[in-house]
């Protein structure tokens, strides 16, 4: 079987075994009072079940253990910890997000544990950042070290756990920014393979393949008007897994062996890409953070003032406001990517501008006709 189609079926499986699995967690969610009832931030009227998380665990589980019995994917398992140790971690922080779906933690003890479980990804699992290219001057590829490399990567997994944490304000939003980055990461990583700088069966080609199709999976439950939602069990495994598919596709590969554009802007591409696809979500954490600690407020006091916040407040639906979401997230997301894979940059970039610029023609619209008014 080729690469391509065992890639295909594990995100088949992810999708399909999350989306059976979902009704029974909100059954489950029901039962033992995981429920979230309508607050002041909040834009949902009703009190919604949580506990999603655990559908998506589920999912990606299943299809990992189909992944041991594939002949490419299996190499996955005997060629490094990395894939196994977020399983683990994943396990852990879905069971911590499953206590805060139901008790509501306090900030500090979510913090903690997610320091924890991340502690468990990178010293265990092996998920580290050992080396980072520097595009300015003579500096290039610079080695971290385990001694700096375990706490950046540490940093950078409880940033993004909480930035997908942040933008859990929409029906579908964090499930579809999720599978969206996911998907830019696949692509990503399955280009590298296919030129021949890394594995095609590597870790994080196999980790956001899985992450797409359980979140894929997991949207036709959580989608305007949700039904359930993922709960802090959710964004907080699929934080966690989001965040190993960055550090693994930065640290898997030799910055120097990319290639498809001129100049030093493909050593830095390994760094860049994360960075493009988790753009949104952290733009969103670090603007939230900045407006509270301006306010001398706790940045994790909460307030309505999100991306998603502002685009009902201008007027937009909450379906539009969820799915110009997806449309900034893709458009981040694979433009990075298509830096990667082309060797016409100035065509790349006439492209995303004018994409752009219909989405902020989109994004004003509501706001425009009322002026007009």
Not at 312 to 335: D, K, P
Request: charged share 10%; aromatic share 6%; with cysteine.
């Amino acid at each position: 079987m080729h690469p391509s189609l065992e890639y295909a079926l594990l995100g088949v499986i992810a999708a399909g075994v999350t989306f059976l699995l979902t009704p029974l967690a909100r059954w489950l969610a029901l039962r033992i009072g995981a429920v979230a009832y309508p607050r002041d931030r909040d834009v949902h009227a009703f009190a919604m079940p949580r506990m999603g998380g655990t559908a998506i665990f589920l999912g990606v589980g299943v299809a990992l253990l189909v992944a041991r019995q594939m002949p490419t994917l299996r190499s996955t398992f005997t060629h490094g910890s990395e894939t196994t140790g977020v399983l683990i971690a994943g396990a852990l922080i879905c069971l911590l997000g499953v206590v805060d779906d139901r008790y509501e933690l306090d900030s500090l003890t979510k913090l903690a544990g997610q320091v924890t479980c991340a502690g468990v990804m990178v010293i265990f699992g092996g998920v580290q950042l050992l080396q980072v290219y520097v595009p300015f001057g003579n500096v290039g590829t610079v080695s971290l070290g385990r001694d700096l490399g375990v706490p950046v990567t540490l940093f950078l997994t409880v940033l993004t756990i909480n930035a997908i944490n942040f933008i859990d304000g929409l029906d579908g939003l964090a499930a579809g920014v999720t599978a969206i980055g996911a998907a830019a990461f696949f692509v990503h990583s399955y280009h590298l393979a296919s030129v021949g700088n890394t594995d095609v069966a590597a870790a994080p080609t196999v980790l956001s393949a899985l992450l797409a199709g359980a979140c894929l999976g997991f949207l036709p439950h959580n989608f305007a008007p949700a039904r359930i939602f993922m709960g802090d069990s959710g964004s907080m495994l699929v934080g966690l897994m989001l965040a190993a598919a960055a550090v693994t596709a930065s640290s898997g590969i030799d910055p120097q062996a990319t290639g498809g554009l001129t100049g030093s802007l493909p050593l830095a591409l390994p760094l860049l890409i994360p960075a493009a696809v988790l753009a949104l979500p952290l733009m969103d954490l670090v603007l939230a953070v900045f407006r509270r600690v301006r306010r001398r407020q706790s940045p994790f006091s909460p307030d309505k003032e999100h991306l998603h916040h502002r685009l009902l407040e201008i007027g937009h639906t909450h379906r539009r406001a969820v799915l110009l979401l997806y449309f900034w997230s893709a458009l981040l997301a694979f433009g990075g990517v298509a830096f990667s894979i082309t060797r016409s940059p100035i065509s790349v970039l006439a492209i995303l501008g004018g994409l752009a610029v219909l989405g902020v023609i989109a994004s004003v619209v509501p706001r425009l006709r009322g002026a007009r008014l």
